[in-house]
Structures are given as structure tokens and as C-alpha cells.
């Protein structure tokens, strides 16, 4: 039976790091939703079209994967649309606790619903959606941040 997975996040933009991750979910997978969705604990700079934009460029080449963007619960979405599993980038152990709380919240709320962690590449253990904001909105070097394809729209988005 075909697998459908989906790489769930905020995308605040889209990093190397997350790219790694999708790359490999969709080596692993038949099917793979990036979902950008909301964070409620967070306050975006990007617009959710953006974010789309971003991640649809960056990801143009790889056939089986799909963004899509929804309100309301992840793991309604997923029981919805048949979506088999979770995949998670976790860069170290500071992530644990809260991927570990959304891991088991979405299992009590879908109880059909995995959810998978990949470790990050040792290459983007320290990249964060939140560190590429602040640099290049100070007017540092982001491009071994983000993918080259979308770098010059995150730079103006962040310089505006
Ligand atoms: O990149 P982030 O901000 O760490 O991703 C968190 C995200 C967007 C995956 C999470 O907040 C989420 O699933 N939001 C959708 C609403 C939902 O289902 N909330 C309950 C999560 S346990």
C-alpha cells in the first residue's frame, strides 16, 4: 500500500535544514504533503502564500511532493486525508520535549497517526527559521542558510 507522510510546519522560511529533511521523507515515502501551517505560539514574517511560494520552488523537483497549507488540527488533516505519518526534522535535545508533547498530543487526537523523527544533517544541527530571519534582516550572509533558488525573495522579504 502507497505511504503518505507529511513534513508539518511553520516554515518561517523554509531552511537547508528543512529541505534536507522533505528531500529524504520523499526518498523514504510514496507521497509527501508539506504542510505550512499555523503556529499559534509564533508571529510569522512571511504570509502563508509566501511561505507556499518559497517551498514550492525549493521543492519543484521533486515529484512526489506536494504543499498544501490548512487551518485547523494537524492531526485532523491527516485523519482526512489518509496521511499515514509525521516526519519531523530533530536537531538536538533541546527539541525533544516539544516535539515529543506534539508527537503524543496528535497520537491521542488520531490514534492511527505515527509520527517519525529524522535527525538533522550534521550540516544544519544549528539552523533555525528564526536565526535567518534575524541575520539577514541586519544584513548578514544567508546563503548557506536557505536554498539558492528562493534566496534573493527571502533577502528582499526580510531587508523590507
Ligand atoms: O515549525 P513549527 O512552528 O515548530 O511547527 C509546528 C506546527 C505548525 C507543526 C504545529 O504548531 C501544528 O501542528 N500546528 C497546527 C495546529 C495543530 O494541530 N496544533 C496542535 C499540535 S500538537
Do not use: W
Amino acid at each position: 500500500m502507497k505511504k503518505t507522510v507529511i513534513c508539518p510546519g511553520s516554515f518561517d522560511p523554509v531552511t537547508r535544514g528543512h529541505l534536507d529533511i522533505i528531500n529524504r521523507a520523499a526518498r523514504m515515502f510514496d507521497c509527501v504533503i508539506v504542510g505550512v501551517l499555523v503556529n499559534s505560539a509564533k508571529n510569522p514574517s512571511f504570509s502563508i502564500e509566501e511561505r507556499i511560494d518559497f517551498l514550492r520552488e525549493a521543492t519543484k523537483e521533486l515529484d512526489n511532493v506536494k504543499v498544501v497549507s490548512f487551518d485547523g488540527l494537524l492531526a485532523e488533516y491527516c485523519r482526512q486525508n489518509n496521511v499515514d505519518a509525521v516526519v519531523r526534522g530533530l536537531r538536538a535535545v533541546s527539541d525533544f520535549e516539544y516535539e515529543f508533547q506534539m508527537a503524543l498530543t496528535n497520537k491521542k487526537l488520531n490514534p492511527q497517526l505515527e509520527t517519525i523523527f529524522l535527525s538533522a544533517d550534521a550540516d544544519a544541527m544549528y539552523l533555525s527559521s528564526s536565526m535567518v530571519r534575524e541575520v539577514a534582516s541586519m544584513g548578514g550572509d544567508i546563503s548557506n542558510f536557505v536554498p539558492e533558488c528562493i534566496h534573493d525573495k527571502i533577502v528582499r522579504g526580510l531587508r523590507k
